[in-house]
């Protein structure tokens, strides 16, 4: 097996560099997402124009911009194996969202908010604020990062504005609720690649006009088991 080629991570071409191959990201995939051309960072000799700086940090939220102009602190604001968790939630917090029915993964959230109102279902104390929804996990597509069980704390973004590319997305589509990593797709703007972490499940391609929202994990909590 051959080695990966070094990356010399002392300019901000090498640092973009590193930063793709974390994301899992080829220079044709970052040039559309861009809007630039797919040899644009092969050919870089300085550093990124303010414009293209801009929009690539409204693309990439997590990208830790002082690391990648300037080389201080690491690449990530929040590391790529750190989801946010919460072993524990205060049980006086004031804060309650509605728990989705689990029954909703044969369908979809756009359905299930249609036709179940908020005050039917049941409300639980959320580690944090600013979030929709909670949706647990069904299933081991997304381990070892999430596990069967565990509750996630959803937000819903603008995914007409942009998708913040790489991340783990709660994604509503016409065919029911998938947890999965979302990039782009080689087969145009018109479609999504959606990535399980368990290497025993392939991609999937989901065209864009099928789905009805992408959610954001914003945090998540364990499940605890007692014998």
């Given at each position: ?32 997402i861009l809007g630039v051309a797919p040899t644009y960072v092969g050919a870089m ?183």
């Open positions: 097996m051959s080695k990966m080629a070094k990356i010399d991570t002392s300019t901000v071409k090498g640092r973009l560099l590193m930063f793709l191959r974390e994301k899992r990201l080829s220079q044709s995939e970052f040039g559309r000799r300085k550093s990124l124009s303010a414009d293209k700086v801009n929009r690539l940090m409204r693309a990439f939220p997590d990208l830790n911009r002082d690391w990648l102009l300037y080389g201080e602190g690491e690449m990530l604001k929040i590391p790529k194996d750190e989801v946010p968790e919460t072993e524990e939630v205060e049980s006086n917090s004031e804060y309650e969202v509605p728990l989705l029915p689990v029954s909703a993964y044969a369908g979809n959230i756009q359905g299930w908010s249609e036709s179940v109102m908020p005050r039917d279902c049941e409300m639980i104390h959320s580690p944090v604020r600013d979030v929709d929804l909670a949706i647990r996990i069904a299933g081991d597509s997304m381990e070892p990062k999430f596990h069967d069980g565990m509750t996630l704390y959803i937000k819903r973004i603008n995914e007409k504005s942009f998708i913040p590319w790489g991340n783990p997305m709660v994604i509503d589509s016409e065919n029911g609720v998938l947890v999965k990593e979302v990039y782009p797709s080689d087969q145009g703007e018109e479609y999504i690649e959606a990535r399980s972490l368990n290497p025993k499940y392939p991609p999937l391609t989901i065209p864009t006009s099928s789905i009805y929202g992408l959610y954001r994990v914003i945090s998540v909590v364990k499940l605890y088991t007692t014998y």
